[in-house]
């Protein structure tokens, strides 16, 4: 049991998305490669349409994580949402951190061939939520 419990934790941390990979900027072909590669955990969910967004939605094989891949009319990511059970919050603050200039509660911002992005992380009742986008 012991063992099974770590080779799940071992593998959230491996495979969690919180700002691992940056995708905006990226044709839609090539993140869907990308996500294949990179977080193999995660599998594309066509299960609903939103015909207010254009986007690619991801969901992990533990149903605690769902990516949005939002996509501009050329099919190129704009920004990301990643919604995760309050379970992981703890990991994907500390790896924000690690990772990122933190700019104040829960917001840090990084650089990409000189573009600035932001990293919000938003809580709601059920979950949260890591919002990364151009900072405008």
Not at 73 to 81: E, G, L, P, R
Not at 94 to 106: F, H, I, R
Not at 111 to 129: C, I, N, Q
Request: with cysteine; hydrophobic share 40%; charged share 25%.
């Amino acid at each position: 049991m012991i063992s099974r419990v770590f080779v799940l934790f071992i593998t959230m941390l491996v495979s969690f998305p919180a700002g691992s990979q940056h995708f905006i900027g990226m044709q839609k072909e090539q993140l869907i490669m990308e996500m294949k590669t990179v977080y193999p955990d995660f599998v594309i969910d066509s299960s609903s349409v939103n015909h207010t967004y254009k986007y690619l939605k991801y969901i992990d094989k533990f149903n605690e994580q769902t990516l949005l891949v939002f996509l501009s009319d050329n099919d190129i990511c704009t920004a990301t949402k990643l919604m995760s059970d309050y379970s992981n919050l703890t990991l994907v603050k500390k790896e924000l951190s690690n990772k990122y200039k933190a700019t104040g509660k829960d917001q840090w911002i990084y650089t990409v061939k000189g573009v600035e992005y932001l990293v919000k992380l938003k809580r709601d009742d059920w979950f949260f939520s890591v919002i990364t986008s151009k900072n405008h």
